[in-house]
């Protein structure tokens, strides 16, 4: 759906392992991701767009770093990091 306005848990397990991750270029992504690490980015409803950006990651130069740096990326994201910031946001609370 196009309205959809969260990040699927799918999207951090490609990054994990090491899968090359083709993300639409909307306001939620672009601000999820960081300088470090940003995917192959195609225009949203542009097959075309989608197509090249396939293409282009294919034939990226340099794609194994691109693929590590992803892994690396989706390593901040596991469930004790995230549990952890809830129990520290918690604590932070009492």
């Known amino acids: 759906s196009k309205d959809y306005n969260g990040m699927p848990i799918k999207l951090i397990e490609y990054l994990a392992s090491g899968r090359i991750t083709v993300v639409a270029s909307t306001p939620l992504y672009k601000s999820f991701f ?21 293409l282009q990651a294919l034939k990226f130069p340099k794609l194994d770093d691109k693929l590590i740096k992803g892994v690396h990326f989706a390593s901040q994201f596991t469930w004790q990091n995230r549990t952890n910031k809830i129990l520290e946001h918690y604590f932070k609370l009492l």
């Open 34 to 54: 960081s300088e470090d690490f940003l995917p192959f980015f195609y225009i949203p409803g542009n097959h075309i767009s989608l197509e090249d950006t396939i």
